[in-house]
């Protein structure tokens, strides 16, 4: 199971190689949020021709300046550590282990969470989609996948669509794909362009999707539907983030929780009956 593999699981943190210059990371986000630096600067109380000075290599920005800069471009905490080490600065946001003493209460605190969202299933994933944690329930996902796809670190975005793995049971394939792709598509924007992301990207469109078409969604959800041994399953899922964090790790996970959308999948979950009764 899953849940039973808990401490081998590799939390691997998207990162990116460090620029030569600060100038040119700050450049390259920049550009890369679509901004001109007379906009940037406006946003961010600083003079374009200090701006332009800082990007050129002319001027040698402050750690402030750099943060300042790196909040409008919502670099994320990780990548903001990448800049004030390219700038010559300590990075300001620690990035402890998953495992690590200092992160226990959070953690433990998370995996009460997912147990307790049996008999539903529930994941705790890092920006890249990999698996941290899980419940028991996630058995009823990867029943008939490959073990190969099993072997840890799990991706679940490869494991939806790979021809291995989920994908021969979903049945709105076309709808989740491109609900899928959708989501990686703008996890790579908001990381400035991860490179791990960005293969992933390229792997999983090379997939083929039988030919279906994405079509719209049949209500106010996009909805995984799945075939199984005892009827279709059918699942919304809501996906929440840690509030206020502190500590690069922790910033990268987010807790994606599956719901059933109709009375028959409740029932086959819950063993033939309803647990919210």
């Not at 390219?86 to 226990?104: T, V």
Request: aromatic share 4%.
């Amino acid at each position: 199971m899953v849940a039973g593999r808990r401490c081998s699981y590799a939390c691997a943190m998207a990162t990116s190689a460090l620029p030569v210059t600060i100038g040119a990371a700050l450049r390259r986000w920049r550009e890369h949020r679509s901004l001109s630096q007379l906009a940037l600067a406006n946003r961010a109380a600083v003079s374009t021709r200090h701006l332009s000075f800082v990007e050129n290599g002319r001027s040698r920005p402050t750690s402030k300046m750099i943060l300042r800069l790196a909040e409008v471009l919502e670099v994320p905490m990780g990548e903001q550590n990448h800049l004030l080490l390219a700038g010559g600065f300590a990075p300001l946001h620690p990035a402890h282990s998953i495992d690590d003493p200092e992160l226990s209460a959070v953690m433990s605190g998370v995996r009460s969470l997912i147990d307790a969202h049996a008999p539903y299933p529930a994941l705790l994933l890092d920006d890249s989609w990999d698996i941290i944690d899980a419940n028991h329930a996630i058995d009823a996902l990867l029943a008939g996948c490959d073990p190969l796809l099993l072997e840890p670190p799990i991706n679940v975005i490869r494991l939806a669509l790979h021809p291995l793995g989920l994908s021969a049971r979903i049945r709105n394939l076309g709808q989740w794909r491109a609900h899928l792709i959708h989501q990686l598509r703008q996890r790579i924007r908001s990381t400035g362009g991860d490179h791990k992301l960005e293969a992933l990207l390229a792997e999983v469109e090379g997939y083929p999707n039988r030919g279906e078409p994405a079509g719209e969604p049949q209500g106010p959800v996009v909805l995984l539907e799945l075939d199984s041994d005892g009827g279709p399953l059918r699942f919304f899922s809501v996906a929440s983030r840690i509030v206020g964090p502190a500590d690069v790790t922790v910033d990268s996970l987010h807790l994606e929780t599956f719901l059933p959308a109709d009375a028959s999948t409740r029932a086959s979950l819950s063993g033939g009956s309803d647990p919210s009764v």
